[in-house]
């Protein structure tokens, strides 16, 4: 019987023996099996996930982020324990002493679904495999996901530490409302860095996981609520907190910025505009779309905040002006249905969701408001952010359209969404009434800029960026008519001309393949013989052209792609006087090298780009074609009152003297030309103006010894402006506000005039030289370079014959008779009719 016995459980021990050795043969079947050809691990520990990236103003504050997954990446050795802790005991309780895998915590899991049926139930997945699910692995739920976790979880395990695990962790997990990571989360639902969240908040952050749309702080707060006071007694019972800490933060509400408890962090952002979108359309050129949106950049801009909203106000103020001067009202275009008018709570909805601009603020914060009723003398609102029971009311009375052609129930009707702003007085700051504002669908630009740095400290690519993300300082084509003009007269001076050269103003005809083409000056008046300078003050277009005829298309050409205003200008004379197409961005650069005195400058938004781990990427000093060195910027017997001194390597493209020649002539356009009048900075300023053919642009580019700045003018689709519309009128305003503030801010003083220039007296009317003591209005003192001996008596026409009879009047208007000297040096008396008997096509002069 014992034997019978022995032999049942020897049979007994051999199958179960064989059963062990069979599921120890077929589990390690399964794993090899399933462990070839997985990822590999060994990437993990060189692994950076996806950040944010910052862009930041002159002072060091956050303007704009962009990213596709809103993240903020933070070192093991910057999250704080409580937060570790927090998600351990929500995801993991054994994290420190599994081997990536846990029985006991699958086991006790399993339990707790038992026990709560299904409520409040830790994860089996270990943090470790969920890294592996993350970052190696699809998110299905099969088996077999599931074993490969199991595998790679046991190989990470033995390559990284714990810490390195839990960061991976931690700075790659989804925590819903587009948060990426504990830092980006703790910034989206408190406002908060991770070093200032309480117990019960990173116990807040450690239920997102779970499922953060099952979770959400507003539509589902008492589930939200339960699984926080679940996070907060694992904490207790791990040891993490004391049972007291646990009793005062379990009795705390539920807070978020999603609740309306935290001011939103994007609230202490400034609205993108069209200077960060730039930046970001720069950078992605340079670096790649998807480096830029995922690779952690800190970008240092040139941006000035307080003189961008100075451009962005100077030029609204001109845009709105011509727009009201219309008369015509054509609001937003969106309207909200008339059945969702009755509801306060409806409308709110409804214009919270209509996409129209919100980004404007000119002299006050334009609002969002829909009309609920139209009446003969007012006009009743519902208005964005304001109580229906506001005592400034909620209506615009009849006054307030006097600028618009009809009434109210002639231009609006229930339901249109339009946009008001409160109309308050000069001096007491007192709220008198709504007025309606519109956005003018004519569009222009404004930028400005450092002449040395080549710096952008503003740019303004439109009336509103919320409106139109089109960046006209950058990406609109437009013809910079006389504003081009100066690179004529640069390609001239460089030839070896002379402000004082004269040059016959008088009609011409010019035989074309389209046919005869007569251009003429904007006044439809005419000096005859003028010098350069006074062509240049007047805006002469017939002198331009037989300027640009005389020394060639060819080196127009060459001087006006060498300054980068265009790639490939087109050798025809029209493009003498700007007919080609350019844009702001290029034109504003160009000028800056006029203010330099002929240096090489490559503008940039952006003076600084650092990486993820601090490391410099782009520095626009260093970069080629920009390099400046201090050269005794260390030097600390510097005598008091003595600058250090700056030597750079930029390329010279313009000769000196020829710089301060052209600057000096555009110095007369501010003095007494076409801009006189518009322009008056109490610091010595040049600049021009420019209208193209119908005003369908008008310009106004002008600087001061350190900044360059200017505007255009014009519908998207180019249409004319109107018989009234000039750059002077239009650009040259935006120019003088925004230069008002900009010379308080960085200063200005007399432009540097070159070693090589020599200053001679001379008549701006007649080109003649004068003594060293003349005086009067017509007297300039002008610059020509030492060594060579200027010519006086010489004219030049193009050659080109005139065509018939004209008023040949002064530059000042009057229409007396002048004397000339002919190139024989007998005097000849020109005007007051001026005709081919008189002003010969072959430079008789």
């Given at each position: 019987?014992?034997?019978?016995?022995l032999s049942?459980l020897?049979?007994?021990?051999s199958i179960?023996?064989m059963?062990?050795?069979m599921a120890?043969?077929?589990?390690?079947?399964?794993?090899?099996?399933?462990?070839?050809?997985?990822?590999?691990?060994e990437s993990?520990?060189?692994y950076?996930?996806?950040?944010?990236?910052?862009i930041y103003?002159?002072?060091?504050?956050?303007?704009d982020e962009f990213a596709q997954e809103?993240?903020?990446?933070?070192?093991?050795?910057?999250?704080?324990?409580?937060v570790k802790?927090a998600?351990i005991?929500?995801?993991d309780?054994?994290?420190?002493?599994?081997?990536g895998?846990d029985v006991?915590?699958?086991a006790?899991?399993?339990?707790?679904?038992?026990k709560?049926r299904?409520?409040d139930?830790?994860?089996a997945s270990?943090?470790?495999?969920?890294?592996?699910?993350?970052?190696?692995?699809?998110?299905d739920?099969?088996?077999e996901r599931?074993?490969?976790?199991?595998?790679?979880?046991?190989?990470?395990?033995?390559?990284?530490?714990k810490?390195?695990?839990l960061?991976?962790?931690l700075n790659?997990?989804?925590l819903?409302?587009?948060s990426?990571?504990?830092?980006?989360a703790?910034?989206?639902?408190f406002?908060?860095a991770?070093?200032?969240?309480?117990p019960?908040?990173a116990a807040?952050?450690a239920?997102?996981p779970?499922?953060p749309?099952?979770?959400?702080p507003v539509?589902n707060?008492e589930?939200?609520?339960?699984?926080?006071?679940?996070?907060?007694r694992?904490?207790?019972?791990n040891g993490y907190?004391t049972?007291?800490v646990y009793?005062?933060?379990v009795?705390?509400?539920?807070r978020?910025?999603?609740?309306?408890?935290f001011?939103?962090y994007?609230?202490?952002l400034?609205?993108r505009?069209?200077?960060?979108?730039?930046?970001?359309?720069?950078l992605?050129k340079d670096?790649g779309?998807g480096?830029?949106?995922?690779?952690?950049f800190?970008?240092r801009a040139t941006?000035?905040p307080?003189?961008?909203?100075?451009?962005a106000?100077?030029?609204?103020?001109s845009l709105e002006?011509?727009d009201?001067g219309?008369?015509?009202?054509?609001g937003?275009g969106k309207?909200?249905?008339a059945?969702r008018?009755g509801?306060?709570?409806d409308?709110?909805?409804a214009l919270?969701?209509?996409?129209v601009?919100?980004d404007?603020?000119?002299?006050?914060?334009?609002?969002?408001?829909?009309v609920?009723?139209v009446?003969?003398?007012?006009?009743?609102?519902?208005?964005?952010?304001?109580?229906?029971d506001?005592?400034?009311?909620?209506?615009?009375p009849?006054?307030?359209?006097?600028?618009?052609?009809?009434?109210f129930?002639d231009?609006?009707?229930?339901?249109?969404v339009v946009h008001?702003r409160?109309?308050?007085?000069?001096g007491?700051g007192?709220?008198?009434?709504w007025t309606?504002?519109?956005?003018?669908?004519v569009?222009?630009?404004?930028m400005a800029?450092?002449?040395?740095?080549g710096r952008v400290?503003?740019?303004?690519g439109?009336?509103?960026?919320q409106d139109?993300?089109?960046?006209?300082?950058?990406?609109?084509?437009r013809q910079?008519g006389s504003?081009?003009?100066?690179?004529?007269?640069a390609?001239?001076?460089?030839s070896?001309?002379?402000p004082?050269?004269i040059?016959i103003d008088?009609?011409i005809?010019i035989?074309?393949?389209q046919g005869?083409?007569r251009?003429?000056?904007?006044?439809?008046?005419y000096?005859g013989?003028?010098?350069?300078?006074?062509?240049?003050?007047q805006?002469?277009?017939l002198?331009?052209i037989?300027?640009a005829?005389e020394?060639?298309?060819d080196?127009?050409?060459r001087?006006?792609?060498k300054?980068?205003?265009?790639?490939?200008?087109?050798?025809v004379?029209?493009n003498?006087?700007?007919?080609?197409?350019t844009?702001l961005?290029?034109m504003?650069s160009?000028?800056?090298?006029?203010?330099?005195?002929g240096e090489r400058?490559?503008?940039?938004?952006?003076?600084?780009?650092?990486d993820?781990?601090?490391?410099?990427i782009?520095?626009?000093?260093?970069?080629r074609?920009?390099?400046r060195?201090?050269v005794d910027c260390?030097d600390?017997n510097l005598?008091?009152?003595?600058?250090p001194?700056?030597?750079?390597s930029?390329?010279?493209?313009?000769?000196?003297?020829?710089a301060?020649?052209?600057?000096?002539?555009?110095?007369?356009v501010?003095?007494?030309?076409?801009a006189?009048?518009?322009?008056d900075l109490?610091?010595?300023?040049?600049?021009k103006?420019?209208?193209?053919n119908d005003?369908k642009?008008?310009?106004?580019?002008?600087?001061?010894?350190?900044i360059v700045?200017?505007c255009?003018?014009?519908y998207?689709?180019?249409r004319?402006l109107?018989?009234h519309?000039?750059?002077?009128?239009?650009c040259?305003p935006?120019f003088?506000?925004?230069m008002s503030?900009?010379v308080?801010?960085?200063?200005?003083g007399?432009?540097k005039?070159?070693?090589?220039c020599?200053?001679?007296?001379?008549?701006?009317?007649?080109?003649?030289?004068l003594g060293?003591?003349a005086s009067?209005?017509?007297?300039?003192a002008?610059?020509?370079r030492?060594?060579?001996e200027?010519l006086f008596g010489?004219?030049l026409?193009?050659?080109?014959?005139?065509?018939?009879?004209f008023?040949?009047?002064q530059p000042?208007g009057?229409?007396?008779?002048r004397?000339v000297?002919?190139s024989?040096g007998?005097k000849?008396?020109?005007?007051p009719?001026?005709?081919?008997?008189t002003?010969s096509?072959?430079g008789?002069?």
């Amino acid at each position: 019987m014992t034997r019978f016995i022995l032999s049942f459980l020897g049979g007994i021990f051999s199958i179960v023996t064989m059963g062990v050795m069979m599921a120890a043969l077929t589990i390690g079947a399964v794993f090899w099996m399933y462990g070839r050809d997985l990822p590999s691990h060994e990437s993990l520990a060189q692994y950076t996930p996806p950040t944010i990236s910052r862009i930041y103003s002159q002072e060091g504050r956050v303007i704009d982020e962009f990213a596709q997954e809103r993240r903020l990446f933070t070192p093991a050795a910057e999250i704080p324990d409580l937060v570790k802790q927090a998600f351990i005991s929500a995801e993991d309780k054994n994290f420190y002493t599994h081997q990536g895998y846990d029985v006991r915590g699958i086991a006790a899991a399993a339990i707790d679904a038992v026990k709560t049926r299904g409520r409040d139930v830790r994860g089996a997945s270990t943090i470790t495999q969920q890294v592996m699910k993350n970052f190696l692995l699809s998110g299905d739920r099969r088996a077999e996901r599931k074993i490969k976790e199991i595998i790679l979880a046991s190989r990470v395990e033995a390559a990284l530490s714990k810490e390195k695990i839990l960061e991976l962790y931690l700075n790659e997990i989804f925590l819903g409302q587009n948060s990426y990571g504990v830092t980006a989360a703790a910034q989206t639902y408190f406002n908060k860095a991770l070093s200032e969240l309480a117990p019960h908040e990173a116990a807040f952050l450690a239920s997102m996981p779970k499922a953060p749309s099952d979770y959400h702080p507003v539509r589902n707060k008492e589930r939200l609520q339960a699984r926080r006071d679940y996070v907060l007694r694992e904490m207790r019972e791990n040891g993490y907190i004391t049972d007291e800490v646990y009793e005062h933060e379990v009795a705390q509400p539920l807070r978020s910025v999603q609740n309306g408890d935290f001011e939103p962090y994007y609230r202490a952002l400034p609205p993108r505009d069209y200077f960060t979108d730039e930046i970001r359309r720069q950078l992605t050129k340079d670096f790649g779309e998807g480096e830029f949106f995922s690779g952690g950049f800190s970008v240092r801009a040139t941006l000035d905040p307080e003189m961008q909203l100075e451009a962005a106000r100077s030029l609204r103020m001109s845009l709105e002006q011509y727009d009201r001067g219309l008369g015509r009202w054509h609001g937003t275009g969106k309207t909200i249905d008339a059945d969702r008018l009755g509801s306060e709570e409806d409308w709110r909805a409804a214009l919270a969701d209509t996409s129209v601009a919100r980004d404007i603020d000119l002299e006050s914060q334009w609002l969002p408001a829909v009309v609920l009723e139209v009446g003969d003398q007012s006009m009743r609102l519902g208005i964005e952010g304001v109580a229906t029971d506001d005592p400034r009311g909620t209506s615009v009375p009849r006054a307030d359209i006097s600028w618009i052609k009809g009434s109210f129930v002639d231009n609006f009707e229930r339901g249109d969404v339009v946009h008001v702003r409160e109309m308050t007085e000069d001096g007491s700051g007192s709220f008198i009434r709504w007025t309606l504002r519109q956005v003018p669908r004519v569009q222009g630009a404004f930028m400005a800029m450092d002449v040395n740095t080549g710096r952008v400290i503003s740019m303004q690519g439109g009336f509103s960026y919320q409106d139109s993300v089109f960046n006209r300082a950058t990406q609109a084509m437009r013809q910079p008519g006389s504003s081009f003009k100066p690179f004529v007269y640069a390609a001239a001076l460089d030839s070896g001309y002379a402000p004082s050269t004269i040059v016959i103003d008088a009609p011409i005809e010019i035989d074309t393949p389209q046919g005869v083409w007569r251009p003429k000056n904007s006044s439809n008046t005419y000096y005859g013989p003028t010098p350069l300078r006074t062509g240049i003050e007047q805006s002469r277009n017939l002198m331009t052209i037989r300027l640009a005829q005389e020394i060639g298309m060819d080196t127009v050409g060459r001087y006006a792609e060498k300054f980068g205003v265009y790639d490939h200008m087109g050798r025809v004379l029209a493009n003498a006087l700007g007919a080609d197409e350019t844009t702001l961005y290029k034109m504003i650069s160009a000028y800056a090298m006029f203010a330099n005195g002929g240096e090489r400058v490559e503008p940039t938004l952006v003076d600084r780009v650092q990486d993820r781990y601090g490391r410099t990427i782009y520095n626009h000093e260093s970069a080629r074609g920009n390099e400046r060195v201090c050269v005794d910027c260390a030097d600390p017997n510097l005598p008091p009152g003595r600058g250090p001194e700056i030597v750079n390597s930029r390329e010279r493209i313009m000769d000196a003297v020829t710089a301060y020649q052209l600057t000096s002539m555009m110095q007369g356009v501010v003095q007494r030309g076409t801009a006189s009048g518009v322009v008056d900075l109490g610091v010595p300023t040049a600049g021009k103006t420019g209208t193209t053919n119908d005003a369908k642009d008008v310009w106004f580019i002008g600087f001061t010894s350190n900044i360059v700045a200017g505007c255009y003018i014009g519908y998207d689709t180019p249409r004319p402006l109107g018989r009234h519309a000039y750059g002077s009128s239009m650009c040259g305003p935006v120019f003088q506000r925004f230069m008002s503030k900009a010379v308080k801010k960085y200063g200005g003083g007399q432009f540097k005039v070159p070693e090589a220039c020599e200053f001679i007296n001379i008549d701006r009317f007649t080109g003649g030289r004068l003594g060293p003591d003349a005086s009067g209005p017509n007297v300039v003192a002008e610059c020509f370079r030492r060594g060579e001996e200027p010519l006086f008596g010489i004219q030049l026409d193009g050659g080109w014959a005139m065509s018939g009879n004209f008023d040949l009047i002064q530059p000042d208007g009057t229409t007396r008779a002048r004397q000339v000297t002919t190139s024989t040096g007998r005097k000849a008396t020109v005007g007051p009719k001026a005709s081919f008997g008189t002003l010969s096509s072959g430079g008789l002069y």
